[in-house]
């Protein structure tokens, strides 16, 4: 998703993924930072598929709320 707004200078990106890990648990990664530079990442470990999507869902819609927009 992206996030683009000229006039308060705003070029963000904010990324979800959902994926196993070697332990049988599920991580939900987020990558986000500026449009064009490294940004950062953050993993959550869930016990299951459900938990994980259940805050990627959460996410997503505060996300677009504040206006992201996806790509």
Request: net charge negative; glycine share 8%; charged share 30%.
């Amino acid at each position: 998703m992206h996030k683009i707004n000229a006039e308060t200078n705003e070029n963000k990106y904010y990324s979800l993924h959902i994926q196993p890990d070697l332990f049988g648990h599920w991580s939900l990664m987020r990558y986000f930072g500026r449009i064009g530079k490294n940004g950062q990442l953050k993993v959550d470990s869930f016990e299951s598929e459900e938990e994980a999507k259940e805050l990627y869902d959460k996410l997503e819609a505060s996300k677009k709320a504040r206006g992201y927009f996806e790509v």
